[in-house]
């Protein structure tokens, strides 16, 4: 059985940090590319940022230079540091595995930032 499981979120102030995490089980983590994604309230689900099989990550232009993205194959598990939070980045943060067949949603975990 397939599981993305977040955890970390939770209520920060601007300028804050938080670390997200995203433990897998059921499929081969180490050849998917794992990303974590977020939706705003009435907003769409957005790429935040993703990490390849072999280490190459991307990011939105929003968050470039505040977060980064890494992924330990051996605990199955992809992280997302965000560090100078701001009350733009506050949103349900999603992981993602996304294979050559097959891609997979965790539930979700809220960040929020605010003061």
């Known amino acids: 059985q397939v599981q993305l499981v977040e955890s970390g979120g939770g209520l920060v102030q601007p300028g804050g940090s938080l670390r997200l995490s995203c433990a897998a089980s059921?499929?081969?983590?180490?050849?998917?590319?794992m990303s974590w994604y977020r939706q705003a309230p009435g907003k769409e689900r957005e790429l935040v940022a993703s990490i390849g099989s072999g280490g190459a990550t991307n990011y939105a232009d929003s968050i470039q230079g505040r977060f980064t993205i890494s992924r330990d194959n051996a605990k199955k598990t992809v992280y997302l540091q965000m560090n100078s939070l701001k009350p733009e980045d506050t949103a349900v943060y999603y992981c993602?595995?996304?294979?050559?067949?097959?891609?997979?949603w965790g539930q979700g975990t809220q960040v929020t930032v605010s003061s």
């Open positions: 059921g499929f081969t983590f180490s050849i998917y590319t």
């Open positions: 993602n595995a996304l294979g050559s067949t097959f891609g997979y």
